[in-house]
């Protein structure tokens, strides 16, 4: 008996639908190109094979049907996978026992196998290999007496150990494409996990980059308007500044959203104006000034330019605490260190207190997503009230380079 080796062929992913693989993937249900390639190959070796073999029986019709039935079963291995691999070695076996030229007829079984291994049917896979084994040990060396053609002997040893060298080749390459198949699946689940958490992350980056931008900009544009209101008819040059201030917090508010926005429309392109740092420290500190707050402004160690995720984050986290003063605090004053120390930086935000309302602030999402930029770069972020009153916001964001600035 020759051995024949084959191409694993379409895989099929178990309970679900048909997946492209990286060895071969199928474009339909029904794989009709592969099946009609092999019954091809099978027709016309075993036809050559013939020559050589003038003591077997002579091919005719039986064993044309014979040779094309186990393509026609191999139409359907991606569904049937288990059916189909039994099906082909049962074929196989009609074939030998008949008597007929050896030849490629085994390759349906060579296919038929490797796509049951690889779609999880091993026990069938394996069943049908020793059904084709045994069966041709039997016919070979017992049964050749009653079975044609005329005057056949036994089968030598020799060839034997040919053959279950290749069933066990068969089994070992199976074996093969069920790992590669099984590893391919996992590394493509793992990468569409990693894209799911990096969308994410993404909208929760930019969920809370809305928020920090909306939540200080509406705090001073709340605390003008009111002012503005109170001294509509009383001073009314007050009240102008107050608008004043509020065209300026707005306009400053749209341009923040409409850069966030921007990232979103342009994915993967580089933004077109650069994130607020803490260069932008004295612009925060004046919009502060005018919703009425007073913030005094510390910096210990030499100050330096921050990486931009670094620089990002501490001003956000300073510019959330001091709105958290202006919307929670009856304090009109505020106090922020800013702490440079090799490869941290250490942000503090107090105020005197109390908590409007006679309420301690330190809650909601605020809070949430200072921690949350913090973590993002291996920091953390305390929020309490003070033993002597008050309240005070530490922050501790580590950082890798950065330059010292003048």
Same mark, same amino acid.
């Not at 139409?75 to 059916?83: C, D, E, I, K």
């Not at 980056?205 to 002012?227: F, K, M, P, T």
């Not at 930029?373 to 530490?394: E, I, K, M």
């Given at each position: 008996?020759?051995?024949?080796?084959?191409?694993?062929?379409?895989?099929?992913?178990?309970?679900?639908?048909?997946?492209?693989?990286?060895?071969?993937?199928?474009?339909?249900?029904?794989?009709?190109?592969?099946? =009609?390639?092999?019954?091809?190959?099978?027709?016309?070796?075993?036809?050559?094979?013939?020559?050589?073999?003038?003591?077997?029986?002579?091919?005719?019709?039986?064993?044309?049907?014979?040779?094309?039935?186990?393509?026609?079963?191999?139409?359907?291995?991606?569904?049937?996978?288990?059916?189909?691999?039994?099906?082909?070695?049962?074929?196989?076996?009609? $074939?030998?026992?008949?008597?007929?030229?050896?030849?490629?007829?085994?390759?349906?079984?060579?296919?038929?196998?490797?796509?049951?291994?690889?779609?999880?049917?091993?026990?069938?896979?394996?069943?049908?290999?020793?059904?084709?084994?045994?069966?041709?040990?039997?016919?070979?060396?017992?049964? $050749?007496?009653?079975?044609?053609? @005329?005057?056949?002997?036994?089968?030598?040893?020799?060839?034997?150990?040919?053959?279950?060298?290749?069933?066990?080749?068969?089994?070992?390459?199976?074996?093969?494409?069920?790992?590669?198949?099984?590893?391919?699946?996992?590394?493509?689940?793992?990468?569409?996990? #990693?894209?799911?958490?990096?969308?994410?992350?993404?909208?929760?980056?930019?969920?809370?980059? =809305?928020?920090?931008?909306?939540?200080?900009?509406?705090?001073?544009?709340?605390?003008q308007a009111g002012v503005g209101l109170a =001294?509509?008819?009383?001073?009314?040059?007050?009240?102008?500044?107050?608008?004043?201030?509020?065209?300026?917090?707005?306009?400053?508010?749209?341009?923040?959203?409409?850069q966030v926005l921007d990232t979103l429309r342009?994915?993967?392109?580089?933004?077109?104006?650069?994130?607020?740092?803490?260069?932008?420290?004295?612009?925060?500190?004046?919009?502060?000034?005018? #919703?009425?707050?007073?913030?005094?402004?510390?910096?210990?160690?030499?100050?330096?330019?921050?990486?931009?995720?670094? @620089?990002?984050?501490?001003?956000?986290?300073?510019?959330?605490?001091?709105?958290?003063?202006?919307?929670?605090?009856?304090?009109?004053?505020?106090?922020?260190?800013?702490?440079?120390?090799?490869?941290?930086?250490?942000?503090?935000? @107090?105020? *005197?207190?109390?908590?409007?309302?006679?309420?301690?602030?330190?809650?909601?999402?605020?809070?949430?997503?200072?921690?949350?930029? #913090?973590?993002?770069?291996?920091?953390?972020?305390?929020?309490?009230?003070?033993? *002597?009153?008050?309240?005070?916001?530490?922050?501790?964001?580590?950082?890798?380079?950065?330059?010292?600035?003048?």
């Amino acid at each position: 008996m020759h051995g024949f080796t084959g191409e694993p062929g379409p895989w099929h992913r178990p309970g679900g639908r048909w997946r492209e693989m990286p060895f071969g993937p199928p474009r339909s249900a029904v794989p009709w190109p592969s099946s =009609l390639a092999i019954a091809v190959v099978q027709l016309m070796g075993t036809g050559f094979a013939a020559h050589d073999q003038p003591a077997r029986v002579g091919l005719g019709p039986g064993a044309g049907a014979l040779l094309l039935a186990g393509p026609a079963l191999l139409l359907l291995r991606h569904r049937h996978p288990g059916t189909v691999v039994v099906g082909t070695a049962a074929v196989t076996v009609v $074939y030998i026992a008949a008597g007929y030229p050896y030849g490629p007829v085994f390759l349906s079984v060579v296919f038929a196998c490797v796509a049951a291994v690889a779609a999880g049917r091993r026990i069938a896979a394996w069943s049908a290999l020793g059904l084709l084994w045994g069966s041709h040990l039997l016919i070979g060396h017992w049964l $050749y007496r009653w079975l044609p053609p @005329d005057g056949d002997g036994p089968v030598g040893w020799e060839q034997e150990l040919g053959i279950t060298a290749w069933a066990m080749a068969i089994v070992a390459a199976s074996e093969l494409v069920r790992v590669r198949r099984e590893r391919w699946v996992r590394e493509r689940a793992e990468r569409e996990a #990693a894209a799911r958490r990096r969308a994410d992350e993404e909208r929760l980056r930019i969920a809370r980059e =809305l928020h920090d931008v909306l939540a200080h900009s509406i705090s001073v544009i709340n605390v003008q308007a009111g002012v503005g209101l109170a =001294l509509l008819d009383q001073d009314p040059e007050q009240a102008r500044t107050a608008l004043t201030t509020i065209k300026a917090a707005s306009k400053e508010a749209l341009g923040e959203v409409r850069q966030v926005l921007d990232t979103l429309r342009t994915s993967g392109a580089a933004p077109r104006s650069p994130a607020p740092g803490l260069d932008r420290l004295a612009e925060l500190t004046g919009q502060a000034a005018d #919703a009425g707050l007073a913030v005094r402004v510390e910096v210990e160690g030499e100050r330096r330019a921050l990486p931009p995720g670094a @620089d990002l984050a501490a001003f956000r986290i300073v510019q959330e605490a001091l709105t958290n003063i202006v919307r929670h605090s009856s304090s009109r004053n505020a106090h922020v260190l800013l702490r440079y120390a090799p490869g941290e930086l250490e942000l503090r935000v @107090d105020d *005197d207190g109390p908590a409007a309302g006679g309420e301690v602030t330190g809650g909601g999402n605020g809070l949430v997503g200072m921690r949350e930029r #913090a973590a993002a770069l291996g920091g953390t972020v305390a929020a309490g009230p003070r033993p *002597d009153g008050g309240f005070r916001v530490r922050a501790r964001i580590p950082f890798r380079g950065g330059s010292q600035t003048p």
